[in-house]
């Protein structure tokens, strides 16, 4: 900036020069020098005393301010002005579900850069201008069967060329006839953990951070997330039909609401003890049977509407329908795996099986079939082979050898899912996604479908 130097001291004295007359300029009459002035008397007359010493000065430092001011305007870039800022979001339906239903405001909501529009011109804000609107319908191809016996089922993905935050689509293939659909999504805008769910008719995307989350109805082009699923945060599967968790704060405190695919709430919330310290989404994880799972103070806990069970006072290696694979250790620090049963709490010891000890990548680290005899562990840390087929009647594991990424993925579940039959689990793995016979371990076969970042299976239609 430039620097200036001390403003010099200015005194007016009076002087004898005449003044001018009856020209206009400071003639007889016209205000400035003649007849009636003040300071010029009758035209002819000496000028009176100069300015005071303090009105010069003032005038002086007025000057030098706007000098600065404008020298500091003009090395200001011209990109440096404040951008506009995005228009609030406007959300109609959620928010009349939350007058009629009573629902506190939510005061914590990540900050997202979408500016919600009406339903007919939904736009992301983001560098690419991608609009809800520009995406296209889901396109459809035929492409082989699995042609693996048992119940066939529908295979649910999230795609992406090479990073989530760049070119993304769900897949939905038919497993009976080698349909495949596929639906187009702006980019995600993170890097970051994200959740994937898929409900009766619709998939969610859910990134953790405040950015957009999208949701595809099935046969429709997807849209940006609204209502509670338009915050940020986990998104889990509920056991109602067309339902999920979604985090949220009511009143300052954290809560998870059920809500459908519209984000507009159902009426249940769970509600964690204040005394277990959970506060966000970090260390929950879902289930297997439409609760979720929360690791706190003193173990972990399985938290439905009204009701919070400890499960272990160890950790939870995998849930599913039927119970929990845990792992305990006594006062002693000798440690043993055990299988819960979620219905009677009986607790069935397994010492055949010991996992490493190294920390998992996310809450809980498997899944257990549905009919409650194996478990997909998946442990990023072994230094080996990175996911494990176990028996829970046997304890025996037996390994997998397939390339496992799942840093973006906030739950196991979203890697793993085994067929309603239990005959298959399918694994998300950075090659494809990989059909494995659970009693062997062995790979039966390579799904004709793209490698994908995330995955979930419904029934065939």
Known sequence: MTQFGGEPEIWFEGHSEPAPTGDGSGGSG???????????????????????????????????????????????????????????PVNSSSSSAEATSGAATHTSAPTTTVAYLPEATDSVADSGSVSATD?????????????????????????????????????????????????????????????????????????????????????????????????????YSAATPGLVWVTSFNEGSFQLDLVDSSGRTAGAAIKPPASLGVQSGWGLAQDGAGGVLAVAIGGTYDLRPGATQLVTHGVVLAAGPTGYLVYECDDA?????????????????????????APAFVAVQGVISPNGRYAAIFDNNSGGTPINIVDLRTGKSEPIN???DGQTISDAASLFAFTADSSYLLIAAADGVHVVNPATGSVLQTLPVPPLAAIAIRPAP
């Not at 300071?39 to 009105?55: A, I």
């Not at 016996?149 to 497993?175: C, H, K, M, Q, W």
């Not at 006839?177 to 995307?205: H, K």
């Not at 620090?333 to 000890?357: F, K, N």
């Open 30 to 88: 016209d205000g400035s020098g003649g007849s009636g002035d003040s300071n010029g008397g009758d035209g002819n007359s000496p000028r009176g005393p100069g300015w005071p010493r303090w009105t010069v000065v003032a005038i002086g430092i007025l000057v030098l301010v706007a000098i600065i001011v404008t020298l500091r305007f003009l090395d200001e870039p011209a990109d440096s002005a404040p951008a506009p800022k995005p228009e609030p």
């Open 135 to 235: 995406l296209p319908s889901p396109s459809t191809s035929t492409t082989a069967p699995a042609d693996l016996p048992g119940s066939p089922f529908e295979l649910t993905g999230l795609i992406s060329d090479e990073n989530l935050s760049s070119g993304v689509a769900i897949i939905r293939y038919d497993s009976n006839t080698g349909m495949l659909a596929r639906t187009e999504l702006p980019p995600l805008m993170s890097s970051g953990q994200l959740s994937f769910v898929a409900t009766d008719g619709a998939t969610i995307v859910r990134p953790w951070d405040g950015v957009p989350g999208y949701v595809a109805h099935d046969g429709k082009p997807a849209k940006i997330a609204e209502g509670l699923l338009g915050q940020g945060g986990p998104v």
């Open 333 to 357: 620090g000798r440690c043993t795996s055990w299988v819960v049963d979620r219905s009677t709490d009986h607790r069935s010891r397994l010492p055949a099986y010991q996992p490493t000890e």
């Open 402 to 404: 397939a390339p496992i």
